[in-house]
């Protein structure tokens, strides 16, 4: 009985009734590919790519990038990577894509926009990624981060198909594009939620002060109906929604997520187990609803308190 347990607990991530909720590792250093590769993960949800730009006085070569990225999906050949371009700017500057004299880097030209004051970045990167992917065995989609408008989603999946990638997204990680994921949605191959920055932003608290600890808790409800929103509209349109935040690491939020539509939950290596321990014991119904449950709560405190005391009845 407890080997069957076990065996339960492992492969691909499923409810207890059977609904696949894909598992998938987040990646953000070279030094951590074998931990992430040897976890039992369908794949890679979030390939940050920052590491390569950081610490330089110019960006990498094209032929470095490919040789990191190969490196990568060759890790990963029969498993799907889920590829990141690059999100300078705010927490993660870089003296050739960011300016040092923005009053307000958060809200400035980072992510995706750095993409519209130099193409060029962008393209070598892209061209890179193509090139890595191709007879990688890795199924290799790209997302950009800070997506606003469907304008941005639409121009950037040009550019991705344009490079014979197979599959375009958006990260929804600004509230206007939670709010428009039906837009996206119709211009993009899937959705990723970042929600530690799509909490900084709707709650404008800037996501390193630890004082504004409150308010970056994603079990806030204004959180989560941001998230409900984005899943509905994915459904609505045939695109999977997945979350990338760290918040998809929370075995009980994940139940929430997942009631609310999320199809991938991206996390650290070592949290991907009780994440599927605690899907395989709950059907979908019941993690709807837990997310009814954190929904009508009226703060992150007691979402989370009402949720786990829902689990333990
Ligand atoms: C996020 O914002 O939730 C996210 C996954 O991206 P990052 O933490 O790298 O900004
Ligand atoms: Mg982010």
Redesign the pocket.
């Known amino acids: 009985e407890r080997r069957r347990l076990a065996e339960s607990v492992s492969g691909p991530g499923r409810t207890a009734d059977g609904h696949p909720v894909k598992l998938l590792v987040n990646l953000g250093a070279s030094n951590e590919l074998p931990a992430a590769a040897a976890a039992d993960s369908e794949g890679v949800g ?1 390939f ?1 790519t920052e590491f390569l730009y950081l610490d330089r006085a110019q960006a990498p070569s094209a032929a470095e990038q490919v040789a990191a990225y190969r490196e990568v999906f060759t890790a990963f050949a029969g498993r799907g990577v889920v590829v990141r371009t690059l ?1 300078a700017g705010a927490d993660k500057p870089l003296p050739f894509a960011t300016a040092a004299d923005e009053q307000n880097p958060a809200l400035g030209v980072r992510g995706l926009r750095t993409a519209t004051r130099d193409p060029e970045l962008l393209r070598t990167q892209l061209a890179a990624i193509a090139e890595a992917a191709a007879d990688s065995g890795a199924e290799v989609r790209v997302m950009a ?1 800070m997506v606003s408008v469907p304008r941005e989603a639409a121009a950037f999946a040009e550019q991705v198909r344009a490079h014979g990638l197979r599959a375009a997204g958006a990260m929804v ?1 600004v509230p206007a594009a939670a709010l428009r994921a039906g837009e996206l949605a119709q211009v993009c191959d899937f959705l990723s939620i ?5 909490a900084q932003y709707a709650f404008a608290a800037d996501r390193t002060l630890g004082e504004l600890a409150e308010f970056l808790d994603p079990w806030q409800p204004a959180l989560l109906d941001l998230v409900r929103m984005a899943a509905d509209a994915g459904a609505r349109h045939g695109r999977p929604v997945g979350v ?3 918040s998809a690491a929370d075995p009980a939020l994940a139940l929430v997520l997942v009631g609310l539509g999320v199809s991938s939950l991206s996390a650290a290596p070592s949290c991907l187990s009780d994440v599927r321990t605690a899907l395989a014991a709950r059907t979908l119904e019941d993690c709807r609803v837990l997310a009814g449950i954190a929904l009508s709560a009226p703060d992150a405190t007691s979402a989370r308190a009402r949720v786990l005391a829902e689990i333990a009845a």
Do not use: F, S
């Open positions: 979030l940050r999100d981060p990680e970042g929600t530690n920055d799509l990338c935040g760290e």
